[in-house]
């Protein structure tokens, strides 16, 4: 079972977003089965899974602490990708979590404070050796920060060529339990959604690939 996990120290930069969109994005290639993790105390993952009239992606709940064993249990049951979805905070636990992922996706709003809180996050990343990538979330069209965010990133680590925009139907579409794909999958976010599904998938299957070389 592969695993990708979210975590970024700063609040608000769409964690709980991209991990529901990404969950469905996965089911919806015939890669699942896919469950949700969410381990941040607001709820707002399981939150938006409640709201849902499909049992896919599925939900698991999990305590930081267990996280190891639930992740083997629930490879046993067959599950392909767990994603999981962390507090915005950088802790031993949240080490911990990530030294379990498969990739590290941070997502990231195109701001000065946004760019400044990465530091901490890429840290525990390469200290764990994990691979991790940057999403740029929440941006404004045509903005020249967006280009300067996208820049800075690159110096750090490989960022999405997908950037997601701030736009209504992101926020409308996990109202009541869908994702952008599932309100209208010819939209313009259900596209950029496609692509940094693509991005993911990716990396993460380029990281497996890497770990069975290092064990032969």
Same mark, same amino acid.
């Given at each position: 079972?592969?695993? @990708?996990? @979210?975590?970024?120290?700063?609040? +608000? ?16 290639? +015939? ?13 707002? /993952? ?12 599925? @939900? ?10 639930? /992740? ?5 049951? +067959? ?15 949240? %080490? ?12 990231? %709003? ?5 760019? &400044? !809180? ?11 050796? %994990?691979?991790?990538?940057?999403? /740029? ?6 903005? %020249? @920060? ?20 701030? &736009? ?9 339990? &869908? ?7 010819? *939209? ?18 380029? *990281?497996?690939? !890497? ?6």
């Amino acid at each position: 079972m592969k695993t @990708l996990v @979210l975590a970024s120290q700063k609040g +608000g930069a769409g964690k709980t977003t991209l991990a529901a969109h990404l969950a469905v994005a996965a089911e919806a290639a +015939g890669l699942g089965p896919v469950v949700l993790i969410d381990t941040d105390p607001q709820g707002s /993952l399981s939150a938006w899974w409640n709201s849902r009239e499909s049992d896919s992606p599925a @939900l698991a709940e999990a305590r930081l602490a267990e996280l190891p064993e639930k /992740l083997a249990a629930l490879a046993k049951g +067959g599950f392909k990708l767990a994603v999981i979805d962390t507090p915005p905070a950088i802790t031993s636990a949240i %080490r911990d979590v990530v030294k379990l992922a498969d990739l590290v996706l941070i997502p990231t %709003r195109p701001s000065p404070h946004d760019l &400044r !809180a990465v530091g901490s996050t890429v840290d525990i990343a390469q200290e764990a050796a %994990r691979p991790f990538a940057f999403a /740029l979330t929440q941006a404004k069209a045509n903005a %020249r @920060l967006t280009v300067q965010a996208v820049a800075a990133l690159s110096a750090h680590g490989p960022v999405a060529p997908a950037i997601v925009h701030d &736009r209504v139907d992101y926020a409308g579409s996990m109202v009541d339990g &869908r994702t952008v794909q599932e309100a209208d999958a010819k *939209s313009r976010s259900a596209e950029e959604i496609a692509q940094l599904f693509a991005f993911v998938h990716d990396i993460i299957n380029e *990281s497996k690939k !890497a770990r069975k070389k290092e064990t032969v």
